[in-house]
């Protein structure tokens, strides 16, 4: 075993280990703060501990204190993306391994928080008041509270939390408090041991709408109706997680849809997902993404990686199960149609990063400090998937598999895992199973070649195209069309039948070939109706073609759904197309400087990096 436990934690995980939390907090709207304190319940790993070093990130610190007593305490100079190491130093040290004891810091969050983004009204769909949310993920936690900020450490938490406003988090709501000042105080726990990063509030104006026997939709109340029509699959999906795994864990699976600047698609914080508000689609096409989060509360939230160079383990894992759910709920088809659409963001995230990038190693090293905010791509995610889908073919398909899935989480459940740890487990199930000939099936395969190589998979995965190939026809015609000035054999039935899905797969087939002359994206708009088309993804695809082309027509769309709306899956790549389309530099720039504010802070430092914008 290597000495390091974990790369992006300055904590001393090697000595102590935090076995749960208490958060103690006051939500200040008016001054954009969490304050308060956190009372951390500590037990000593070795002999003859003498401090104990917490992970922090611009947190205004104001005293630590041991039993009462106040303690001597460093903040060390900034690391740049780690954050500031806080050293307390115990009274007298520690003599022996497991002895607990509790520290409690007092402190308050400040406005350079990236982990915490607070919302003015104006930013919100009901425009009267404001809204808070956090984002922990990856290394986001410090930055809300000091702690030892490593997915190698789970603990359980309890939460108090004061407000003018409701107050959600990833836990369960014990009770609630009225308070003589019009504010409540919220009483959580989460039971389940979970590492730092599933830590999550937010507090706004939120109404919630029950969508489930264990489910409910949390949001502002303006879109609450369409909200739960929209995740109307949701027990279906946590069923057929438990009929693939195990029972499900978590007592409540809720979900919040946060208002537009939310970064990400979804984040599974435990019994309450978050979701981007670009996901109300209106026809259901984008809740493949809760199908990702709910696979989550197995791989990831109960099987988590042990720091963030195994992060495929959470990614990779959960898009398989995902799959499996899609596969189980409307056949296999549909499981290969989206790892079709898996392998071109995987092939798209390579040729960013360049194919020889350590970026796109299965594995990356992080030892020198990385953010791994930084290496996010979809590599961990669709890699991770094409091992795990060539292992099932392999050791003989889904009947060998399916079983091992399960065991999989059973064997390492409330445990945090490394690359290494799952290796082994593989090895000795399939032999124990299955026999020595499963065995050497597993052992043909090249894992170091996967595991450690940059670049594209050493495996053609070969998916079926069965529902891709009307796509790929449409979009070949249109590939060949630039060169004749008949445009006559197109109408609009060509996409009549397409499902949101295959319109996506047929633009994103076009976003490989040449640059489509300008009349043809004409054309192809006034036949197929895409500007109007509100779903996202079909969206986001339309505008990447129209901008790679230079269309200038197509910009001030462009400008408009990248400040409407901050998801980093589509915000990102526009600016940059825009940044390298014809008058699209200057525009890039401005908009996003005049849009700034907006953005989640994670969101922004990322684009500015993207448009060669110093922050
Ligand atoms: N856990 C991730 C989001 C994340 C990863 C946040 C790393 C911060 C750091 C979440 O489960 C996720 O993967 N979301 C995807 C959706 C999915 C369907 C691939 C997203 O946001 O696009
Ligand atoms: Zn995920």
């Given at each position: 075993m290597s000495g390091v436990i974990d790369p992006s934690s300055l904590s001393n995980l090697n000595e102590v280990a935090t076995k749960h939390i208490h958060?103690?907090?006051?939500?200040?709207?008016?001054?954009?703060?969490?304050?308060?304190h956190v009372l951390l319940d500590i037990v000593t790993l070795v002999p003859n501990v003498s401090k104990v070093i917490l992970d922090t990130s611009?947190l205004?610190l104001?005293n630590v204190s041991l039993n009462?007593q106040d303690l001597e305490y460093t903040v060390a100079e900034r690391h740049?993306s780690l954050g500031s190491a806080l050293t307390a130093t115990l009274p007298e040290p520690i003599a022996n391994a497991g002895t607990a004891f509790q520290l409690k810091v007092?402190y308050?969050?400040?406005?350079?928080?990236?982990?915490?983004?607070?919302?003015?009204?104006?930013?919100?769909?009901?425009?009267?008041?404001?809204?808070?949310?956090?984002?922990?993920?990856a290394i986001?936690a410090r930055?809300?509270l000091p702690c030892m900020d490593s997915p190698s450490n789970k603990l359980t938490y309890?939460?108090?939390?004061?407000?003018?406003?409701?107050?959600?988090?990833?836990?369960?709501?014990?009770?609630?408090?009225?308070?003589?000042?019009?504010?409540?105080?919220?009483?959580?726990?989460?039971?389940?041991t979970i590492p730092s990063y599933?830590i999550?509030?937010?507090?706004?104006?939120?109404?919630?709408?029950?969508?489930?026997?264990?489910?409910?939709?949390?949001?502002?109340?303006?879109?609450?109706?369409?909200?739960?029509?929209?995740?109307?699959?949701?027990?279906?999906?946590?069923?057929?997680?438990?009929?693939?795994?195990?029972?499900?864990?978590?007592?409540?699976?809720?979900?919040?849809?946060?208002?537009?600047?939310?970064?990400?698609?979804?984040?599974?914080?435990?019994?309450?997902?978050?979701?981007?508000?670009?996901?109300?689609?209106?026809?259901?096409?984008?809740?493949?993404?809760?199908?990702?989060?709910?696979?989550?509360?197995?791989?990831?939230?109960?099987?988590t990686t042990s720091n963030w160079e195994h992060?495929?383990?959470?990614?990779?894992?959960?898009?398989?199960?995902?799959?499996?759910?899609?596969?189980?709920?409307?056949?296999?088809?549909?499981?290969?149609?989206?790892?079709?659409?898996?392998?071109?963001?995987?092939?798209?995230?390579?040729?960013?990063?360049?194919?020889?990038?350590?970026?796109?190693?299965?594995?990356?090293?992080l030892s020198s400090g990385?953010?791994?905010?930084?290496?996010?791509?979809?590599?961990?995610?669709?890699?991770?998937?094409?091992?795990?889908?060539?292992?099932?073919?392999?050791?003989?398909?889904?009947?060998?598999?399916?079983?091992?899935?399960?065991?999989?989480?059973?064997?390492?459940?409330n445990k945090s895992i490394t690359?290494e740890d799952?290796?082994?487990?593989?090895?000795?199930?399939?032999?124990?199973?299955?026999?020595?000939?499963?065995?050497?099936?597993?052992?043909?395969?090249?894992?170091?070649?996967?595991?450690?190589?940059?670049?594209?998979?050493?495996?053609?995965?070969?998916?079926?195209?069965?529902?891709?190939?009307?796509?790929?026809?449409?979009?070949?015609?249109?590939?060949?069309?630039?060169?004749?000035?008949?445009?006559?054999?197109?109408?609009?039935?060509?996409?009549?039948?397409?499902?949101?899905?295959?319109?996506?797969?047929?633009?994103?087939?076009?976003?490989?070939?040449?640059?489509?002359?300008?009349?043809?994206?004409?054309?192809?708009?006034?036949?197929?109706?895409?500007?109007?088309?509100?779903?996202?993804?079909?969206?986001?695809?339309?505008?990447?073609?129209?901008?790679?082309?230079?269309?200038?027509?197509?910009?001030?769309?462009?400008?408009?759904?990248?400040?409407?709306?901050?998801?980093?899956?589509?915000?990102?790549?526009?600016?940059?197309?825009?940044?390298?389309?014809?008058?699209?530099?200057?525009?890039?720039?401005?908009?996003?400087?005049?849009?700034?504010?907006?953005?989640?802070?994670?969101?922004?430092?990322?684009?500015?990096?993207?448009?060669?914008?110093?922050?």
């Amino acid at each position: 075993m290597s000495g390091v436990i974990d790369p992006s934690s300055l904590s001393n995980l090697n000595e102590v280990a935090t076995k749960h939390i208490h958060m103690n907090w006051t939500i200040a709207f008016d001054q954009k703060k969490i304050g308060g304190h956190v009372l951390l319940d500590i037990v000593t790993l070795v002999p003859n501990v003498s401090k104990v070093i917490l992970d922090t990130s611009y947190l205004d610190l104001k005293n630590v204190s041991l039993n009462g007593q106040d303690l001597e305490y460093t903040v060390a100079e900034r690391h740049l993306s780690l954050g500031s190491a806080l050293t307390a130093t115990l009274p007298e040290p520690i003599a022996n391994a497991g002895t607990a004891f509790q520290l409690k810091v007092e402190y308050s969050t400040t406005d350079k928080c990236t982990g915490v983004q607070y919302l003015e009204p104006e930013q919100t769909v009901g425009k009267k008041h404001p809204y808070l949310f956090s984002q922990c993920q990856a290394i986001h936690a410090r930055s809300m509270l000091p702690c030892m900020d490593s997915p190698s450490n789970k603990l359980t938490y309890s939460a108090s939390v004061t407000s003018p406003l409701p107050v959600v988090m990833s836990a369960l709501l014990s009770s609630t408090d009225e308070n003589a000042d019009s504010t409540k105080t919220y009483h959580f726990k989460q039971a389940t041991t979970i590492p730092s990063y599933l830590i999550a509030i937010a507090a706004g104006n939120l109404a919630g709408r029950e969508i489930g026997p264990r489910s409910t939709v949390w949001c502002e109340p303006e879109v609450v109706e369409q909200a739960a029509w929209e995740f109307d699959d949701t027990e279906r999906f946590i069923a057929t997680g438990e009929s693939l795994l195990t029972p499900y864990e978590w007592g409540r699976y809720d979900l919040l849809v946060l208002p537009p600047s939310f970064p990400y698609g979804g984040m599974e914080n435990p019994c309450l997902t978050f979701v981007t508000p670009t996901l109300l689609a209106g026809d259901k096409s984008a809740v493949d993404v809760v199908a990702h989060e709910i696979a989550h509360s197995w791989m990831g939230n109960l099987v988590t990686t042990s720091n963030w160079e195994h992060f495929w383990l959470n990614e990779g894992w959960t898009v398989f199960i995902e799959r499996k759910i899609a596969a189980r709920l409307h056949g296999e088809a549909e499981r290969q149609f989206s790892s079709i659409i898996g392998w071109k963001a995987l092939k798209e995230s390579v040729e960013l990063f360049g194919q020889d990038s350590p970026a796109t190693v299965l594995k990356p090293d992080l030892s020198s400090g990385i953010d791994p905010d930084d290496y996010f791509s979809s590599i961990p995610y669709e890699k991770g998937f094409n091992l795990l889908y060539h292992i099932e073919k392999v050791v003989g398909g889904p009947s060998v598999f399916e079983p091992y899935m399960k065991a999989h989480v059973e064997r390492f459940a409330n445990k945090s895992i490394t690359t290494e740890d799952w290796l082994a487990h593989i090895h000795e199930y399939m032999e124990v199973n299955h026999g020595k000939e499963t065995l050497e099936k597993l052992k043909t395969i090249d894992f170091d070649l996967w595991i450690n190589s940059p670049g594209m998979p050493p495996v053609d995965p070969n998916f079926d195209t069965s529902l891709a190939d009307a796509c790929y026809n449409l979009a070949s015609r249109w590939d060949q069309a630039r060169n004749s000035d008949d445009l006559s054999q197109f109408s609009p039935s060509d996409i009549a039948e397409f499902s949101s899905t295959q319109k996506i797969v047929f633009l994103e087939r076009l976003t490989d070939c040449e640059p489509l002359p300008h009349n043809l994206l004409e054309k192809m708009d006034e036949l197929y109706k895409m500007s109007p088309i509100r779903n996202a993804d079909i969206r986001f695809r339309w505008e990447q073609i129209c901008v790679m082309a230079s269309y200038e027509k197509i910009y001030p769309s462009v400008i408009e759904f990248i400040t409407q709306q901050g998801r980093m899956k589509f915000v990102r790549p526009l600016y940059r197309y825009l940044y390298n389309a014809k008058n699209g530099a200057q525009l890039a720039q401005d908009t996003f400087l005049k849009h700034k504010n907006f953005y989640h802070p994670i969101a922004s430092q990322l684009i500015a990096k993207d448009i060669n914008l110093k922050q």
